[in-house]
């Protein structure tokens, strides 16, 4: 038999809910290193394509709930700087990662090498910036409908 009564405290309910926290953290930014590290290593995608999954179940999990919640972050506003200084930073990863990869397979080739990193980021950065657009954009949605809701739960 089941018993589905909650047995912590309102303490030991804050500290779990910590601890849960972290470990998610630990699982999206360990799974995220492992695949840089093995795309750094030239492994094919096959062999990489768990972690992949999982990272993004994980990624798609994270961002569809806290935007239903409204949620969006702790120090980040949902504008365009923001976007645009995420994206910037996530171009450089992946221009480098880029780079890293080409050089690896072709190490002759260092200005081509050079033009794939550069092409990476510019893929990178606009793919990041209309996806963290459209995110931000359903999140304003979604933040004016809970406030309507609340003004009018406030009226009652």
């Known amino acids: 038999m089941k018993n589905n009564k909650n047995i912590l405290d309102e303490r030991q309910e804050q500290i779990l809910l910590r601890i849960e926290h972290n470990g998610c953290w630990l699982a999206f930014w360990g799974l ?31 961002s569809v709930g806290c935007i239903r919640q ?16 995420n994206s910037l930073i996530t171009a450089f990863v992946m221009g ?13 080739k260092i200005l081509g090498s050079a033009a794939a990193g550069i092409v990476y980021a510019s893929m990178a950065f606009v793919v990041c910036f209309v996806v963290m657009q459209l ?5 304003k949605r979604k933040q004016s409908q809970l406030e309507e809701e609340l003004s009018e739960n406030e009226k009652e």
Do not use: C, H
């Open 135 to 139: 995110f931000a954009s359903q999140f």
């Open 32 to 62: 995220l290193a492992a695949i840089i590290v093995q795309l750094v290593l030239d492994v094919d995608f096959r062999n990489l394509a768990g972690e992949w999954i999982v990272f993004m179940l994980l990624s798609l999990y994270l």
């Open 70 to 85: 409204g949620i969006w972050d702790r120090r980040m506003k949902p504008d365009v700087s923001s976007n645009v200084v």
């Open 96 to 108: 480098i990662l880029g780079f890293v990869r080409t050089v690896r397979r072709f190490p002759d």
